[in-house]
């Protein structure tokens, strides 16, 4: 039996498409990807945003958790194809996560860092030099603490739904003792507690900086609704002002963001019902003994 020829990840590219102009991979409604989508739809606002989806510049390659090869829709005008497929895991260097980005044939992984990069790379010339810093300090913040925020909803939440596949396994009940896990909790009030004290005297509770969207807003976009409904962490109890703050950003609508509000609470309903139990017992992030 002979075996099948190994892909090549330029071929797959241009084969695609994705070798020139701006691809974006990602499923929109996930809590990485929305920070992702976010900021290319704030991109195509801006005059230094050369890509433009009308002229074939800008492209989204939709990512869904199997293994299927790339599909295209013509009627929808969608091309997709599996996280865990031959085409992702080559053109990705063996990765099965997601957001990446292609620019020009460049891939770019991480969102945190994806959103850095194109901050820098394509500057918002509507904000002011101590703007510009408090935006750079938000879109550091997010970096400096997403591996520890997604270690929380993984080992409280996703691992009832995700548990099987190899960066997931570590975690969920029974896996890491109650230091480990106050010690995480503590983390995570930390970074909860910095955003509340922002915004408690926030003239416009909907965005981090100034009265306008920025690259921060889209970089910290995920993390209330995603502990709201992963973990089920009492953040309207707990962070009062981080809740005014994602009601109000919910309410801006803002491009990009709907399949997150929309489409991401049918994830967490899964989880909350695999959940269940095993939270009824106590392995809850809101467990007391972790506070």
Known sequence: MSEEPALDKSKIMADNGWDKGFVYFGHPATETTVKVVTAVQFLTTQDNFPFKKEDGTLKHVILNFDDKPIAKDDEKNEVSLGIDSAEYKCVSGGRTFMPAVAIDGEMFFESGEIVKMLHEKYPDSTLTPEEKKQVDEWI????DNTNRMLVALKHFGWCFMQGARPNYVAYGKGNKDDAWEKELVKDVHVFFEKMDKHFVDKKEPAF????KLTMADCVMIN???SFHLIVELKIEERYPNVWKHFNAL??????????HYNVFPYFANVVTDLAKEAR????HIENEKHW
């Open 223 to 225: 993390w209330p609704w």
């Open 140 to 143: 550091q913040f997010n970096i």
């Open 250 to 259: 919910k309410d801006k609508a803002i491009a990009g963001s709907d399949a």
């Open 208 to 211: 981090f900086v100034g009265d």
């Open 280 to 283: 009824a017992e106590g392995f």
